[in-house]
């Protein structure tokens, strides 16, 4: 593929739509209640425990993880990298302001479980689009590609991802517990639905979004 079929209007309007999609799924599952996914856990904790806002805590940890894909899996970043990084926390942080301060809405149970659903689906379009978009990927998913890389690939791709999720959801736990903040907000039935669902609906997505680009 030469640069200009790279970057042609539908790779980064898939891209871009796949980035505010999962701005969009975080927002969601945070306003669910329910737990957020793995990396979104972590920084959830962090961000808490720091009294920061997710959206600046989050960009502060791509860019240190960026660094770190840089020297050792370059090959991973691209335009859609950077954007990523810089816009998925602060629009999650937005829409969650919008929805919860602004609106003066009252989050009931259903409203919440409308959230939950909300948020696996967005989820799931998102990296649908992201990954057919090819434009890089978000620094937290190279992870798994530099634990497979290190090992001499004795640890396969799928094993590498379980491992950094687990690692960093336990630091999320670790670090809302010592802030004395609700654990089940940000790790729960919502991180589970994620786990489970993610997987199946992205090659759902994927197998219907692809002819876009034909």
């Keep these: 593929m030469n640069e200009r079929q790279k970057y042609s209007w539908?790779?980064?309007a898939l891209m871009l739509i796949g980035i505010l999609f999962i701005g969009m799924c975080v927002a969601f599952y945070r306003m669910s209640g329910f737990g957020v996914d793995a990396f979104s856990c972590m920084n959830l904790g962090i961000s808490g425990f720091l009294d920061m806002s997710f959206g600046n805590w989050q960009l502060i940890m791509n860019a240190v993880l960026l660094a770190v894909v840089w020297f050792t899996v370059r090959n991973c970043i691209g335009l859609g990298t950077i954007v990523n990084m810089v816009f998925v926390g602060y629009t999650a942080d937005f829409l969650c302001w919008l929805v919860l301060q602004q609106s003066g809405l009252n989050v009931t149970m259903p409203l919440r479980i409308v959230?939950?659903?909300?948020?696996?689906?967005?989820?799931?379009?998102?990296?649908?689009?992201?990954?057919?978009?090819?434009?890089?990927?978000?620094p937290y998913d190279s992870v798994a590609f530099i634990i497979t890389k290190y090992s001499g690939e004795k640890i396969s791709f799928r094993l590498a991802r379980v491992m950094s999720d687990l690692t960093v959801m336990l630091v999320g736990v670790v670090f809302c517990v010592m802030a004395h903040n609700r654990v089940w907000e940000?790790?729960?039935?919502?991180?589970?639905?994620n786990a489970c669902c993610n997987g199946p609906l992205i090659q759902f997505f994927r197998g219907r979004l692809e002819k876009l680009l034909k």
Excluded: N, Q
């Design 115 to 138: 959230f939950l659903l909300l948020g696996t689906l967005f989820a799931s379009m998102g990296c649908a689009c992201y990954m057919i978009a090819d434009l890089g990927i978000a």
């Design 10 to 12: 539908k790779r980064t």
């Design 186 to 193: 940000i790790i729960g039935l919502g991180t589970v639905v």
